[in-house]
């Protein structure tokens, strides 16, 4: 028999400040699962017989099979009782670690990404959950440190491979990466609320309803065009930044692995994002991580110029929190559009921040060869322009909250 949905107010007691940490690193967890291979794809692909070009697989099927379910799973959270589907998810994903850390040729491996980048979904279950438990007033804070632990887990994951995969090989990466999903889950399982959702609907019609969120809500298409945008420019940034820090700085790949871990400190702006939206102030916040964002771009193309390694990371910094801000003011709107549609706009949301938001990693590798540090800074900074523009003269009201 289903159970009636609870509610926000009587959830938000049982959110414990234990149960938000949680869901920030089991978000971080499970996303962190879609960058590890990328910086091992040498060493990976003679292990599992795949030739250099047929290596750039593993990164495109993994992130395909996260698409696929931002499309196929996370809409269910509208649908069924979510803690149970992130559990799913967390299963998923332990089962796909598990065949990538196993797998002895290319056939399986692809496989087990996809499986893996599907499973990996569940944290964009677990963001609009904490929405739903979080009382009002806390919401955006909440969903800031939820939101906080995905872009650590994404900043963090590509050092962190390369540490384990230098010093005890590439499989045990993915092997701590089950154990640790497993100890999560044990965790969510025993800690995380439920929370059915009123349901009533098909699973087509949830499905067919998903992309309608776009049509629907002018605030969704808005926020995920700003997001999308902000999205390319950081990972145009995080693909000619290592490049630049090799050609440019002379630096080793450990260094550069200190100079990720160095950006990751971007996500510690989530506690400022989140007390900015619950105060409603979402629209200043909005149009100020879009100039942080353009200004990051041209300072560190100055910065490099400068030869200052210093000044370089701090701008990486600066771009990272520029857009944590956007994300977590934009998930706050878009929140609070319809409660029981959370699942789907999430999804939807998701899903146009991705796909446009990852073709970045090609701009970003194009343009350094084209023209080096210094037309993929200019680049960045146009992207974030470009946004600028559209936010003046086309936002209308679709960066602040409803009375």
Not at 71 to 92: C, Q, W
Request: glycine residues 12%; aromatic residues 8%; hydrophobic residues 55%.
């Amino acid at each position: 028999m289903a159970h009636p949905p609870r509610s926000a107010a009587s959830s938000a007691s049982t959110l414990s400040g234990f149960t938000i940490l949680l869901m920030s690193v089991a978000c971080g967890a499970m996303v962190a699962n879609l960058y590890y291979a990328q910086t091992l794809l040498e060493i990976i692909g003679p292990e599992v017989g795949m030739s250099t070009g047929m290596a750039g697989l593993i990164t495109t099927l993994t992130q395909l099979g996260y698409g696929l379910g931002l499309i196929l799973i996370v809409p269910l959270a509208d649908l069924f009782e979510n803690r149970r589907l992130v559990l799913i998810s967390t299963g998923m994903t332990i089962v796909g670690c598990l065949g990538i850390a196993l797998s002895n040729n290319a056939a399986t491996f692809l496989i087990a990404s996809i499986i893996t980048g599907v499973g990996a979904t569940g944290a964009q279950v677990l963001v609009p959950l904490a929405s739903h438990l979080a009382a009002p007033e806390r919401q955006g804070r909440v969903v800031g440190t939820v939101m906080s632990g995905l872009l650590f887990g994404i900043m963090l994951s590509r050092p962190l491979a390369s540490f384990l995969a230098g010093s005890f090989g590439w499989r045990t990466t993915f092997f701590a990466s089950s154990a640790l999903l497993a100890v999560i889950g044990i965790a969510l399982f025993i800690a995380c609320p439920r929370r059915e959702p009123a349901g009533g609907m098909s699973y087509r019609r949830v499905l067919a309803s998903t992309f309608g969120q776009l049509a629907r809500f002018r605030v969704v298409r808005m926020r995920a065009f700003y997001q999308a945008s902000m999205f390319a420019a950081f990972n145009l940034f995080w693909t000619a930044a290592p490049m630049t820090l090799i050609h440019d700085f002379g630096l080793g790949h450990t260094a550069i692995g200190a100079f990720a871990l160095a950006g990751a400190g971007g996500a510690l702006v989530a506690p400022l994002a989140g007390w900015l939206a619950d105060h409603r102030l979402t629209r200043p916040a909005s149009l100020g991580s879009l100039i942080l964002l353009t200004a990051g771009f041209l300072l560190a193309d100055w910065t490099v110029a400068a030869a200052s390694i210093i000044g370089f990371t701090i701008m990486a910094v600066v771009i990272d929190s520029a857009v944590q801000i956007n994300q977590i003011t934009g998930q706050k709107l878009i929140f609070s559009l319809d409660p029981e549609a959370r699942g789907r706009i999430n999804a939807s949301y998701m899903a146009v921040m991705f796909v446009f938001g990852a073709m970045g990693s090609v701009i970003g590798s194009t343009s350094f060869e084209a023209g080096g540090w210094s037309l993929s800074a200019m680049v960045g900074a146009a992207i974030g322009l470009i946004a600028i523009g559209i936010y003046l003269l086309a936002d209308k009201g679709a960066s602040e909250l409803p009375a």
